[in-house]
């Protein structure tokens, strides 16, 4: 429904406005101009009546409020059209807020790197950046670098810092509520690291932080494959299993931060060791890693997922098999999640959803062979959805400015 | 918190309110008085201050509908004090929906027998019922026979059946939120039956309905171990594997009724065969069904579940190995379920449960070794806690009733 697009245009205009900051991050109010304000930060672009439903209000109380707020500002008409708004007749007029009412950050703290990106609340991204780090860099280092990184962008690109309205962190490890980076052995470095006492004192600013693969849904939620879903799983395929729940609309985090850790579900007591410390882990059968090393091996230089979905598209043996093999782990794990949730709907995501029907169609066929409940079996209505996401690349980015659009996952 | 007796004495003075049906079922308002009656039928029994602080009302306000709901005998102080009302000083004075003002019934339909139980609206069993059935029993012929074990109940108790509010069903398999029972093969004769449509033309009541394990977690909820959690998970270990889960005091059904289907995880896709017609299911391995059938082997003789737990008591090597090992794969599928969902508590429930520590101290011990987040690493509020369920033998049958006390499960 909404949209997120890149553009390279230099913000000469910004706005600043506290009030919006007021409204969004420190003290959110019930008055009918906060809630219209909330509502299009966290979805985008949308039409007034819209508006109307989704936050309740009488359509003539949204009427006056964005009268107030269109005089002042702060929600402007969208030429970007909303996809609900097509049809017959003169499409809706679609609002969004003032791209120079605020911007945020989104950072990814990625194995040997760290990337950056800012957006404004009208969803658009106006510029990203990746900062090299090496393997095992330390907290602090990275907390510096992105101190840097955000005042450089906000430089070149002529935007006040004044207008950043928070940042978001995607962490590759499960994140407890309080910001602590729980199992040392998945990051080492970060692990008993509290995000906010790292990135709060430096950054100086609000900080939201969770896990890789939630961040990856809330891309899914607000640009990609879930639009309109309250209820979904997230299944990521990569050099890594990982994956997400979302019920409601908000993102099942567990105790410790443990929910979703699709990939660690042992499926062989007896099996390899895991990166985790425990054996037989799903990730080591369900992701991309082993393939890749096996695939390599036989045309002996080192291949690409990228590569090897081209391969199989032009019909290579070994390279349909390999994925076919991983499908098959990867449907016999969700239907295994499906007899603990039974969601309504599955997205596939991670760089081996690329790959389409040729991952879809076996993991599908394995995933009715392991579930409870056969799709035959029920109503249309009944079944659980598979589909591939939108978002692969850069899902987790995304998802972490999408984190401070939903005021989702702030540290207190 | 609340209390669930048995009593015998005979019902006499039965006032036929017709208001309270019309609150609790037909067109629950938002009135204080709605909302108090509606607390007390889920609760039990609640002081004023309880009251006050779970509707959110002002006190002044509860006390005002309080006094009218007391003159209008719908409320009464109850004789049993509260377990929070303990303390030093006088204990506050309690409250209890009259149990003259209303009655429910509860049906579990077993393998082949079907149990009836009558409870008032303060929480108090009135008489339970038995009713041989034979396998394979028809819906028609079940229907019929519950129409007349509920008039039998309601005449030897001097109950008027115009106090009835609600009849709830327990069901040994998956049930859809419209009622439809999924999944052939676990209850041949009820694959596909609509359970309000089977039951409501015979017994003219409101039909509530829920999956056996589903049942039993509310049973858990309003009378057992997880009184005031509102996130756990129930998993049952018995002749076969059951499961529930509980979010936000609310049953997570999935979309087809297939949530917490535990028993039915694949954890060995070539193994044996399993009635839902996959292989490998947990249920085979985490259940007590073989361990019996080996035990008897043994001693040349058919043995139970309860002289199992005593000949372990007594220090049986080998009813304590096969506890144990049943106990080995529990916790390997609660370590799987923990790194789906992450959930603060689980309760055991079953049969089984009735052993203990001798069940407990092992299952901790492979829940520890197979799931992600060990306990050692995190603080201990933090950490998934592992406790037996109160409600063992008659739990669905107790969350038939439940269903129709919370409202839950009503099928429209």
Known sequence: MTYLSYQSTSFALIMNKPSLRNWLIDKPSASPESLIVRCLRERGVLSASQI?????LARSTVSTALNGLRKSGMVIESSA?????????????TLTLNPAAGTCVGIHLGLDEMRCVVADVS??????QTIPMGLDYQPQQAAQLARSAIAQCYEENGLPMAGLLGVGVSVSGPVSREGVVQRASIVPTWAGVNIRDVFGPVLEQPIFADNESNCSAIAELMWGAAVGQDDFVLFKIDLGVGGAIVQHGRLVTGIAGGAG???????DPGGDLCRCGNRGCLELYASFARPLEQISRIVRRPVTMDEVIMMAEQGDVGALRM??????????????ISSVINPPLIIIGGRMALAGDILLAPLIASYERHTLIKSRDIAPALRTRIIVGKHTENDALLGAVGLVLRHNSRLQ
């Open 81 to 93: 059209h909303h996809d609900g708004a097509r049809g017959i007749g003169r499409p809706a007029a």
């Open 123 to 128: 969803h658009s991204v106006i510029t990203e």
């Open 261 to 267: 850790e699709f990939g660690h579900i042992s499926i």
């Open 52 to 56: 109307t439903r989704i936050t309740g």
């Open 323 to 336: 994925i076919e093999d991983t499908a098959e782990f990867a449907g016999r794990g969700l239907g295994l």
